[in-house]
C-alpha cells in the first residue's frame, strides 16, 4: 500500500503498487520506478449484505467493460476482485483526482474533459 485514499461506510479505498506484474507487462502499463504500476484497491467491508453488492458491482463492471473495449467512454476499468480476509478487494486502474475535483484522469491518459461529463462545466 502507497497511500489511503479514503473510507467510507461500505469501503475503504486505498492506493498500491501491483506486485503482481513485473517487466514487459509492467512497461506496458505505466509502471513506476520499480516497474510495479499504481492501483486503487478498494476493500468492501465484511459482511454477508457488502460481499453480494460487491458480487453485483463486479459484474456490473464486467457489463460495462465489455460493452466499450475500446474504453471511448472512459468507465473506469476493475482489473480483477480477490478476497482477503473475508473483505471483498476490487483492483481498479489507478486515476488522479476526485469525484469532487469534476475530473478524473487516467495515469497516462487525459480521460474524459470537465464538458463532457453530465452536467458539463465551463
Known sequence: MTEFKGKGVFSTVMRARDLG???AAAAAAGGGAR???EVAIKVI???DTMYKAALTEQ???RRLAAGDP???KH???MLRAFEFRKHMCL???AMVG???DGELLLLGNPGMHRRTQKGGGP
Open 21 to 23: 506484474v513485473s517487466g
Open 35 to 37: 516497474g510495479a504500476p
Open 70 to 72: 475500446d474504453n471511448r
Open 59 to 61: 459484474a456490473i463492471l
Open 98 to 100: 476526485g469525484v469532487g
Open 45 to 47: 467491508r465484511a459482511n
Open 91 to 93: 483492483v481498479f486502474e
Open 75 to 77: 468507465c473506469v476499468r
